[in-house]
């Protein structure tokens, strides 16, 4: 598939959620950002060096904490494990809700079904872990 298709098929999978894809889209093309209640999910449609085109979507759920960091993690990775279809992440400081997968063979029902996913996930688990552990989410 080119990458356009798949741009266009993110964008109508924006609009069936009831959001202007227009306003979504950043400043690099293949990449948008909205938000579910106050998560905030990224979606990102790109070319590895590998050659293989992904479509990524992630959204940032807590900042680690300073203190409890044993606990926190420990609480992360057993919730990891009940997760559907996504992962948890940890990139720098931040802990991410992450789905990623080839293009290829991709159509709109996967599309919206890990947007969906995503968004619900970061949408109930930033708050919560804002809530027990405090910090940013």
Same mark, same amino acid.
């Given at each position: ?42 979606? #990102? ?61 991709? #159509? ?18 930033? #708050? ?10």
């Amino acid at each position: 598939m080119e990458l356009q298709e798949i741009y266009d098929l993110v964008e109508s999978c924006i609009t069936d959620l009831g959001v202007d894809p227009k306003n979504c889209r950043t400043d690099k093309p293949g990449q948008w950002d909205l938000f579910k209640g106050s998560a905030k999910v990224m979606i #990102d449609v790109f070319t590895h060096d590998n050659g293989w085109s992904y479509l990524q979507v992630l959204a940032p759920i807590a900042k680690i904490p300073v203190n409890q960091k044993t606990e926190f993690y420990e609480e992360v990775l057993e919730k990891n494990h009940s997760l559907y279809g996504v992962g948890m992440t940890k990139f720098k400081e931040w802990i991410y809700i992450k789905a990623i997968r080839e293009v290829e063979g991709l #159509d709109k029902s996967e599309v919206m079904a890990t947007l969906n996913r995503v968004g619900n996930y970061a949408d109930e688990l930033d #708050d919560y872990y804002k809530n027990k552990y405090g910090g940013e989410a």
